[in-house]
């Protein structure tokens, strides 16, 4: 599945294949990308300019939209969608090459695997790995 998104809003429409609408320059996001820009934020926040992590986290975080970032900055909504932008092409590349996040979760499911067929003793030292990946 993707998302369909509208620079004018960023409104999100399903869609079951990419397309191109003439009208209005669209991008099509996978859903997965557009989930992860708030977990990538976490791991390589670091590498965006101070302006480009606040816009990330009032978007992905608080939930806030274009409008609202805009107001808040005391810019138009198309250059917090051009800010965004290029705050998710950095994170997205940076997951790119280092994998982190991919890593992580890989890891994470190796760790409920050998929680779920280890004993107790195992179970405990599996769960102080998990709280070291979450913190």
Do not use: W
Not at 33 to 61: F, H
Not at 89 to 114: F, G, N, Y
């Amino acid at each position: 599945m993707y998302y369909l998104v509208d620079r004018r809003g960023f409104r999100m429409y399903n869609i079951k294949e990419k397309c191109f609408n003439k009208y209005f320059y669209l991008t099509v996001m996978e859903k997965k990308d557009k989930l992860y820009i708030g977990l990538y934020n976490d791991y390589y926040g670091a590498l965006l300019t101070d302006y480009q992590r606040e816009l990330v986290d009032m978007y992905y975080n608080r939930d806030m939209s274009l409008g609202e970032i805009a107001e808040a900055h005391s810019i138009s909504p198309q250059g917090v969608s051009d800010a965004l932008k290029r705050a998710e092409r950095t994170l997205t590349e940076t997951e790119r090459k280092l994998k982190l996040v991919e890593k992580s979760d890989k890891l994470r499911a190796l760790l409920d695997e050998i929680e779920k067929t280890g004993g107790e003793r195992v179970a405990q030292t599996v769960r102080k790995a998990k709280d070291l990946l979450d913190n």
